[in-house]
């Protein structure tokens, strides 16, 4: 598939450019407006899995707690099974007292006795359905915040870095950084846009951040490929002007992007349908990331090799200029 195109990817750079900035600026309004659906990790909270011994519905098991809490809505979704859930509030956080676990737990077995056997007492619900519980204090969950957001950072201008040094040019490095920051910020853009709409957790926790690191490494991979074969022939063919080059170096790549994104995707796709709900949001911004990586490889990266070799152009004809006026005065 896909060989001897002649697909003219620069000819429609400046629709691909405004489709992109379109999705930024959606993403930051979301930003703005909805936030996040952030996970324990970044918010601080308490995580509860409990097993019932007959299948339970996440919305019911939401319902019966949804009071007891104090206004706190927690989040509940399915873990391995639809008999065991996974239970994240807020509630009290910053509330250090010994006794305030004892009181979650408490809340935990009044309300969701319904579901139980009739002849659970709270100390064998505590023992016997409470499966682990985990605590994360706001001061720990910034740090991780803070930590994670530099991780992302570093690794789009690590990889930048990286891009220059294997390349030498900063029209390649450039490219890179801004396809890599333009996949990061849709894919955020999209989970900000879409939690509690989909029927799976959007959650930004440290398995999502997991998954932008992926898709940067992945998206990278593809950017890279393409700017090999750029200077593959801007070696071989010195005299033709880049937008030409660059047309053919991507149509000449389109066969390989498209079949190893395809792959992928595939597998993917597998692990989203029958992997479960704990991996499903992961999963979910895996495949998103994958396809928009692969989008801003082709319609941005290469492109801006283009307007930057433009502007170098440029700055040398001006230079050029100033030094035969200087010439000429003389």
């Known amino acids: 598939w896909f060989k001897d195109t002649k697909v003219d990817f620069m000819g429609i750079r400046k629709w691909m450019y405004g489709i992109s900035v379109a999705m930024i600026v959606i993403s930051c309004i979301s930003f703005a407006t ?16 409990v097993a019932f011994d007959k299948p339970v519905s996440t919305d019911n098991v939401r319902r019966m707690l949804e009071k007891a809490f104090e206004g706190d809505m927690p989040q509940v979704i399915t873990i391995g099974s639809d008999k065991q859930v996974r239970i994240a509030t807020k509630y009290r956080i910053n509330d250090n007292a010994p006794t305030i676990d004892n009181e979650i737990e408490g809340k935990l077995y009044d309300n969701l ?5 009739t002849s ?21 969950a910034d740090d991780i915040k803070r930590s994670a957001i530099w991780a992302v950072i570093l690794a789009i201008f690590g990889i930048g870095l990286y891009i220059f040094i294997r390349f030498k040019e ?7 950084i801004v396809s890599l920051a333009h996949d990061a910020i849709i894919t955020l853009g999209l989970f900000s846009l879409f939690y509690g709409f989909l029927p799976f957790s959007m959650e930004i926790d440290q398995a999502f951040i997991a998954a932008i690191l992926t898709v940067i490494g992945y998206s990278v991979h593809d950017t890279v490929i ?9 070696s071989l063919f010195p005299k033709r002007d880049r937008i030409s080059l660059i047309n053919l170096s991507v149509n000449e790549m389109l066969g390989r992007t ?17 992997g479960g709900e704990t991996i499903r ?3 979910f911004a895996m495949l998103f990331g994958i396809f928009i990586g692969t989008y801003s490889s082709v319609f941005i990266a290469s492109p801006i090799t283009v307007e930057m070799q433009k502007l170098i152009s440029l700055g040398r004809i001006k230079k050029e200029n100033k030094k035969l006026a200087h010439v000429t005065n003389k």
């Open 34 to 49: 909805r936030g996040f659906s952030l996970g324990i990790d970044f918010s601080g909270g308490r995580n509860y899995i």
């Open 113 to 117: 006795k319904p579901l139980l056997k």
């Open 120 to 140: 659970v007492t709270k100390a064998e619900f505590i023992k016997e359905n409470i499966k682990s519980s985990q605590k994360v204090g706001p001061t720990v």
């Open 170 to 176: 900063w029209g390649y490095a450039l490219g890179a």
């Open 226 to 234: 393409n700017y090999d074969r750029i200077r593959e022939n801007v």
């Open 258 to 274: 498209f079949s190893t994104t395809a792959t992928v995707i595939l597998t993917l796709l597998s692990m989203f349908i029958f």
């Open 281 to 283: 949001g992961f999963i």
